[in-house]
């Protein structure tokens, strides 16, 4: 007996950004509104079959389909520095931004 592992895929929107995920991947999203260790259920835009043999395009999402996210943490994103300079004017301005991300853990995709 020959055991067959059945990996699926799925592409999901967050925060108006798609991301291809997997059974227990982990991702990184803009903040979301949601407790530490709640659960987030989205549903997919697609879901097809790691070898490729099938696969569900949604219109715009796949009827029936669930991916559940169990949020792991909120932290804030590395700092980016803007500097800007026009030359021989003496004009010089720096800027800084940090974002607030969350991870999430992928928990099943059905």
């Known amino acids: 007996m020959s055991l067959i592992f059945i990996f699926m895929i799925a592409v999901v929107e967050i925060g108006g950004k ?3 995920v997997e059974k227990d991947a982990s991702i990184v999203v803009d903040r979301q509104h949601a407790d530490v260790g709640s659960t987030i259920t989205l549903p997919a835009l697609l879901v097809a079959r790691l070898d490729g043999k099938t696969v569900k395009v949604g219109t715009p999402t796949v009827e029936g389909s669930e991916i559940s996210l169990k949020v792991e943490e909120h932290f804030k994103a590395d700092k980016i520095r803007v500097f800007k300079i026009k ?8 800027q800084g931004f940090r974002a607030y991300q969350t991870r999430l853990t992928v928990t099943a995709i059905a």
Do not use: D
Not at 87 to 94: A, E, G, I, N, V
């Open 18 to 20: 798609q991301y291809i």
């Open 87 to 94: 030359s021989k004017k003496r004009y010089m301005r720096t």
